[in-house]
């Protein structure tokens, strides 16, 4: 007799015997990052020979397309189609990973070898996307063992590998292929719980908003001691620029790029009241030595989880004037930051530069410039309430026995939006990772426990998918 507790303990036999540890070794021991040009065919490597045969002995048709975008990565499209008259599932993943940076990881480890250490798996793309879409994909392969070949329901699969790179060309891939990617929800993992030990389920994700701050003064440096006091230093400027933007304590001064100003649709600024009782009682942490949270910083009168999935973010990811590591005598002729907003699908990026061109001239700082201002990746947000959140929710707490937190979306950004756009489904995001993974800098790792877990909860979740009952 087959049943729903032989698919999951198929699933944890396998994480438990180690099977999944060598897979995910396997995964990480081909370099295809996508920011070192380099690595392209490491990045075509993975899609051609890891997960494409892995795939098709799962029974999937699959194709590995041209990226629409030249110059940027293959995204793989699989089918496995099992009748008409059963759900259609679409699930998501990358396969491609920021750079290694080598040099910086700490003795001992390597970013393109799984080191284990305890309950972490140290390796580039462990957490950030290789371990979470091979958990999805390992518990999908011991549902077809314990049904004999049998899911029940048909399964699609986008796997791009330009995410690191903004997910360039997703976008119109899928809107060429909107009739075969047609699905009832998209269910997919990538980024992290609200903490290690609290099962979540995010259903959209932050959109980023870039743009630099300049201050061009004069064609090069001048003497500090001749003209000091004299000229204009732009180095100021950009300080009182960055200071007029956000105070010390985090808090945004421009106030129209928060949720509910104008042209947002919400009428008043705040946190929504759906998005507030959802996030009634949400933990947040887990950053490790990583980071930590600041409860002085931020926007003043929301909690942690508010601040973070409820709320908009301003970070200045780099500035620089002169020449800091071999300063010389002299005023810089120049300063430029690279700023970030992490914004809600409450507020409207359209009106952000703007709104900051005013805020600045409103300051006096009509000599410091803004460039290249742009959207690099929409929010996107289903409503918490819908029923394949209900449902997603209630097969995962049965799986796990404990309760499963819903996030409005989540901190980071993912190309939600694009399978939105064009094929209208609603999002279900259920994260395998933790704030203190280190995704995108050294000693990248992924946690034992909130992986086993992962494994378990899809066990249970594609077995209920063929089960009938759905929405």
């Avoid at 999951?8 to 081909?30: K, Q, T």
């Avoid at 990565?73 to 008259?85: C, F, H, K, S, V």
């Avoid at 998501?92 to 309950?119: A, F, I, K, N």
């Amino acid at each position: 007799m087959t049943s729903r507790d032989g698919a999951v303990g198929r699933a944890l036999s396998y994480f438990d015997s180690n099977g999944f540890r060598d897979r995910l070794g396997r995964l990480v021991a081909i370099p295809s990052t996508s920011q070192d040009g380099g690595h392209a065919a490491d990045v075509q490597r993975y899609l051609v020979d890891a997960i494409a045969p892995w795939l098709e002995r799962m029974g999937f048709a699959v194709e590995i397309h041209p990226n629409p975008a030249a110059g940027f990565g293959p995204i793989l499209l699989a089918e496995r189609l099992e009748g008409t008259d059963r759900p259609t599932v679409l699930t998501y993943g990358h396969g491609d990973t920021v750079r290694g940076l080598d040099d910086q990881w700490r003795g001992g480890l390597s970013p393109w070898r799984l080191t284990c250490e305890g309950e972490r798996w140290y390796g580039r793309g462990s957490a950030d996307n290789k371990g979470q879409h091979a958990l999805n994909l390992s518990a999908l392969e011991a549902v077809l063992a314990e049904r004999g070949g049998v899911l029940g329901f048909n399964l699609k699969l986008v796997l791009e590998t330009s995410e690191e790179r903004g997910s360039t060309g997703l976008r119109d891939f899928v809107a060429e292929h909107a009739e075969r990617l047609a699905a009832d929800v998209l269910i997919a993992s990538d980024g992290p719980r609200v903490m290690a030990e609290v099962p979540t389920v995010a259903t959209g994700t932050r959109g980023t908003y870039h743009f630099e701050l300049v201050v061009e003064l004069r064609a090069g440096g001048v003497h500090s001691g001749h003209w000091g006091g004299l000229t204009t230093d732009p180095a100021v400027l950009l300080s009182h620029a960055i200071g007029c933007i956000i105070d010390q304590r985090g808090k945004i001064l421009v106030r129209d790029w928060l949720p509910g100003a104008s042209g947002s649709g919400t009428g008043q600024r705040g946190v929504p009241a759906s998005v507030r009782a959802v996030l009634d009682g949400c933990p947040v942490g887990g950053g490790g030595e990583a980071a930590s949270i600041d409860p002085d910083w931020g926007e003043p009168g929301l909690t942690a989880a508010e601040k973070i999935y409820g709320w908009n973010s301003f970070i200045v990811l780099a500035m620089l004037s002169g020449r800091p590591d071999n300063p010389v005598n002299a005023v810089a002729p120049n300063a430029r930051a690279h700023c970030q907003i992490r914004y809600t699908v409450d507020s409207d990026p359209a009106g952000f530069e703007a709104a900051l061109r005013r805020h600045l001239d409103a300051h006096d700082l009509g000599a410091v410039g803004i460039e290249n201002a742009g959207v690099r990746m929409p929010a996107s947000r289903t409503d918490p309430g819908h029923p394949w959140v209900r449902w997603t929710v209630a097969s995962m707490e049965r799986t796990l026995g404990k309760r499963v937190q819903v996030i409005p979306n989540s901190s980071g950004g993912l190309p939600g939006d694009v399978f939105v756009d064009y094929l209208g489904v609603p999002l279900v995001w259920i994260p395998h990772s933790y704030n203190g993974c280190r995704q995108h800098g050294p000693d990248e790792h992924l946690l034992t426990g909130p992986a086993r877990e992962g494994l378990a909860a899809f066990a249970g979740l594609w077995w209920d998918l063929g089960e009938g009952g759905t929405p």
